[in-house]
């Protein structure tokens, strides 16, 4: 018994020591833009004021400062790069968690190796990654909801660390609890249709399990409430969000018309401007939030235009049609173009509090020689055969219904995400490109299920002679009977 016991000890620490190289690994394929671009990628002003918020430890209105922080102390006040690595790192253990918890196998390696490589060359994984803006996280709180949703058997530890992952990421961005809020309602309201139940219970989704991640969605909300009070922000977790919706009520055409048929009654600020309001709202420097004292002067006014404009039923109907509409063309553009040359506030930025500055005006993207139109054309074919075969797959009904739960699940999050960035900020194709590399997963994992399948039922076949005189009713049976492939993965 004692060598037996040793054999056994010795081989769970190879398989251990494995899966922690391949998660390494993975994170380093991961970086593999920023490594071609020589440092990590910057994005407009946005990386400047987050590299700011986080050194100042000063709360702005229109972002949360927490992805702020989270530079500050995964830089260790050292190097840009060390931020690069910890997304890596969060996004590869996330990954990983899915191929360890979904496919009961221990030969799962080199199916999420090859997943990293195909996200991270041909699709937009590497590129978020590398990227210094909270986007990286958009996929991480959508997989952490669905791993909390989807697996029964997470070990203690690896529930914490998904749950502190989930309010890291929810608290990064203001549109990250709204998802995840969203998705959990999705799944509860399920609960009410019997038919729904059914499916729910065939794949094992409980209903404490979805509250413990609505629960968590509100905490993290409370969470970055309580980090903006500390850092002399306020008890507020989101940030300007009337503001971000009265850009897009302008760029819906709703903001003219309201102002036209409203401004003889109510004589708001904005109505002097009426006739010349840009698309541009929020950045242009003719825009009348900077004539007229800049967004906290103006969020008072502007949340009582969109709070009349969303209860008065002519422009609500009008606000819902564009939403749609708004919704499918984001849910549809996702090419990585938004790579610019680093403006002069993240130059001052990275000057300021970086010792890396020259490393940064040599990079790639400081030198203008970045392009990503293969990876596009790459991603585009990749996304529609993906979404060809989900579509048979519904039709058809040819994945089991677990997989076929895990598809819609992912669709919604890219939904749900193309719906509140669309609609309560703009149609960019920054949003979407940070999660439509997750379509490809649950394709990955059930092709790795289905080639594990096949093995176990050669194994069986040989083992029971028998069995090739069965009909398939009772060769299914018996699969059920015999569940080898939980036992492998023991």
């Known amino acids: 018994m004692e060598p037996l016991s040793a054999n056994l000890k010795q081989n769970t620490s190879k398989i ?70 910890t997304q890596s790192l969060i996004v590869s253990v996330i990954i990983y ?217 002519k422009y609500l109907a009008t606000f819902i049609y564009q939403s749609c509409i708004y919704t499918f063309k984001q849910f549809f553009n996702y090419d990585m173009v938004d790579i610019a040359l680093p403006s002069e506030r993240i130059d001052r930025a990275v000057a300021k509090y970086q010792k890396e500055y020259l490393s940064y005006l040599h990079a790639r993207q400081s030198t203008n020689r970045m392009s990503f139109g293969l990876i596009n054309f790459i991603q585009n074919l990749i996304v529609g055969l993906c979404l060809f075969i989900y579509l048979l797959v519904f039709l058809y009904k040819k994945m089991t219904l677990r997989y076929r739960v895990l598809i819609f699940f992912v669709l919604s999050g890219l939904f749900i995400n193309a719906w509140i960035c669309s609609t309560f900020s703009c149609v960019s194709p920054r949003y979407q490109t940070r999660v439509i590399w997750l379509l490809l997963l649950p394709l990955f994992l059930y092709v790795f299920e289905y080639q594990k399948g096949k093995a176990v039922m050669r194994r069986i076949k040989s083992n029971l002679p028998a069995f090739k005189l069965l009909n398939k009713d009772k060769q299914i049976l018996i699969l059920k009977v015999f569940p080898v492939a939980k036992r492998d993965r023991s």
């Not at 969000?241 to 897009?248: A, E, I, K």
Request: with cysteine; proline share 3%; charged share 10%.
């Open 97 to 313: 968690y899915y191929f360890r918890y979904t496919v009961y196998s221990t030969n799962f390696i080199p199916y999420f190796i090859g997943f990293i490589v195909v996200i991270s060359f041909f699709m937009g994984g590497s590129f978020e990654v590398s990227w210094l803006m909270p986007d990286v996280f958009t996929p991480v709180s959508i997989l952490c909801v669905g791993l909390l949703i989807f697996i029964n058997d997470l070990k203690k530890r690896d529930i914490l660390i998904i749950s502190l992952l989930a309010i890291l990421s929810n608290g990064v961005h203001n549109s990250h609890i709204y998802i995840c809020l969203c998705l959990s309602f999705l799944f509860l309201s399920g609960f009410i249709f019997k038919q729904i139940r059914q499916i729910f219970n065939f794949s094992a989704i409980k209903i404490k399990r979805v509250i413990f991640v609505l629960l968590l969605s509100v905490f993290s909300s409370l969470m970055l409430s309580s980090v903006h009070y500390l850092y002399g922000g306020g008890f507020s977790g989101s940030r300007g969000g009337s503001v971000f919706l009265m850009s897009n009520l302008v760029e819906m055409g709703i903001m003219d018309t309201y102002l036209a048929e409203n401004c003889s009654q109510k004589h708001y600020k904005l109505c002097a401007y009426r006739d010349s309001i840009p698309n541009n709202f929020l950045w242009a420097e003719n825009s009348p939030i900077n004539k007229t004292g800049g967004w906290i002067k103006n969020e008072a006014e502007y949340s009582a235009i969109v709070k009349d404009i969303l209860t008065t039923p």
């Open 16 to 85: 251990r020591l494995t899966h922690f190289f391949a998660i390494l690994f993975s994170a380093f394929i991961l970086c593999f833009i920023a490594i071609y671009n020589s440092y990590p990628l910057t994005f407009n002003n946005d990386t400047g004021a987050y590299v700011e918020a986080g050194f100042n430890k000063v709360v702005s209105f229109d972002r949360p400062i927490l992805y702020g922080l989270f530079i500050y102390y995964s830089s260790f006040q050292k190097s840009l790069w060390l931020v690069v690595i």
